[in-house]
């Protein structure tokens, strides 16, 4: 699984209230932030540095991505990620509105399953009555979501099907190295559960006829056990003592 981004909420009374216009509109970060909070949210997380929708919003106008009395233009989110070194791209150029059977949808959920995150802009119905951005950051048996406006169960962990019938866009972000730094202790507990099962095989096998006295010097010594008609090893690896009593054992006994 994915590892969640940092949350961050367009609605925040740090700064909801804050400007996100353009000259002849009187919009705000709350009620019109969600692109730049669900960049900030990626950013953030990817780069470690504080990225705040606020600091998004200001770079959405400075560079001419707010679009008046509307939301944010489709073309900021490549450059906003670019300007931090993250690769995005947006999926498709038409709409998928309506489209739950486009192979689009199966190309995004296989790159998020692979590591990425995605941008998403909602249309009509569960997330928004008109147009809403969110953050993917995970898909399975449902859509996991960073919505910048709610934090509703079915906001959150969207019903697949209902997802791809009212997503209208998505952005691709390569958060692949991010998501993929936890992978070795995964597999390091995946290394430990063969080695436990591989060693109980071993202990479960049995002796040979020449090794039989010295396995017997050993379970007097306290060093292996019999258990159920079979040798038990150690239960761990031996230390520096137990070979050096083991050995002497076998010498005893030579």
């Not at 509307?70 to 999926?91: L, N």
């Not at 507990?189 to 063969?194: A, R, S």
């Amino acid at each position: 699984m994915n590892r969640r981004p940092v949350v961050y909420m367009q609605t925040d009374r740090r700064w909801k209230a804050l400007p996100y216009r353009v000259r002849g509109e009187t919009a705000t970060i709350g009620g019109s932030g969600c692109g730049p909070t669900a960049a900030a949210m990626a950013i953030e997380t990817l780069t470690g540095k504080t990225f705040t929708p606020v600091d998004a919003c200001g770079w959405s106008v400075d560079h001419g991505y707010k679009a008046l009395n509307a939301g944010t233009y489709y073309s900021y989110f490549v450059p906003q990620f670019r300007a931090f070194g993250i690769e995005c791209r947006q999926m498709l150029g038409s709409s998928l509105h309506n489209k739950p059977d486009h192979p689009v949808h199966g190309q995004v959920k296989e790159s998020v399953r692979d590591g990425c995150w995605a941008v998403a802009l909602m249309g009509p119905g569960t997330w928004t009555s008109g147009g809403h951005y969110i953050l993917i950051w995970d898909w399975d048996d449902k859509v996991r979501i960073n919505d910048p406006a709610s934090t509703r169960e079915k906001r959150l962990n969207g019903d697949p099907e209902i997802f791809r019938r009212e997503v209208k866009q998505y952005w691709l972000i390569d958060a692949r190295e991010y998501n993929r730094e936890d992978d070795w202790m995964s597999s390091y507990d995946k290394w430990k559960e063969y080695m436990e099962r591989y060693r109980g095989e071993l202990g479960a096998s049995a002796p040979a006829e020449w090794a039989a006295p010295h396995i017997e010097a050993c379970i007097e010594a306290g060093i292996m056990a019999e258990k159920e008609g079979s040798i038990e090893r150690p239960g761990d690896f031996l230390t520096r003592q137990e070979a050096a009593v083991m050995q002497a054992l076998a010498l005893r006994k030579g």
